[in-house]
């Protein structure tokens, strides 16, 4: 149910924040299809969440990781 809770309060503003651009290759400054914490700490709501995403723990969320959080 935590999970659930947060993907409600954390996709809204994922949409508002990419606004037809995709938002994990937006905040993928250096193109490297990760997204490190300075990458992810553009977004507050991304920032808090970071860990629960980064599910094998190495410190970056992947295209993977990102989309499995979201549910697709």
């Known amino acids: 149910m935590k999970k ?4 409600l309060f954390f996709l809204p503003a994922m949409g508002a924040f990419a606004t037809g651009a995709d938002l994990f290759t937006s ?3 250096d193109g ?7 990458e992810a700490s553009v ?5 808090a969440v970071f860990e629960q995403i980064d599910t ?3 410190g970056q969320i992947t295209r ?3 989309d499995k ?4």
């Not at 959080?69 to 697709?72: H, K, P, Y």
């Open 4 to 7: 659930f809770a947060c993907v």
């Open 27 to 29: 905040l993928d400054k």
């Open 32 to 38: 490297n299809g990760a997204l490190s914490k300075e």
């Open 43 to 47: 977004d507050s709501r991304l920032a």
């Open 56 to 58: 094998d723990s190495d």
């Open 64 to 66: 993977a990781e990102f």
């Open 69 to 72: 959080f979201q549910g697709n």
